[in-house]
């Protein structure tokens, strides 16, 4: 799984499409009270809502050396 850098507006929804081929990985953005356990060779896609404006971190926390990993990691940029 490769995380990117992410833009949204501020209330607006979000759909975070997750497509796995290898592994067990997670969608984690502690600040929105996401952890989303994504199974190996599945797709998932997680409606996200950032109402408040900021930068949010968001990065893999059960392999691969979770948000150490650069590959694993990105961050969400929301708008007003
Ligand atoms: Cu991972």
């Known amino acids: 799984m490769l ?16 497509q796995q081929h290898r592994g067990l990985h997670d969608l984690a953005i502690p600040e929105l009270g ?14 996200i809502l950032a109402a408040a404006p900021g930068e949010y971190a968001f990065y893999c926390d059960v392999c ?4 150490e990993n650069p590959s694993m990691q990105g961050v969400l940029k ?3």
């Open 34 to 47: 996401i952890d989303a356990k994504i199974a190996p060779r599945s797709d998932k896609t997680l409606d």
């Open 64 to 67: 691969c050396g979770g948000k």
């Open 3 to 18: 995380f990117e850098q992410y833009a949204a507006t501020a209330g607006a929804g979000l759909a975070a499409e997750c």
């Open 78 to 80: 929301v708008t007003a």
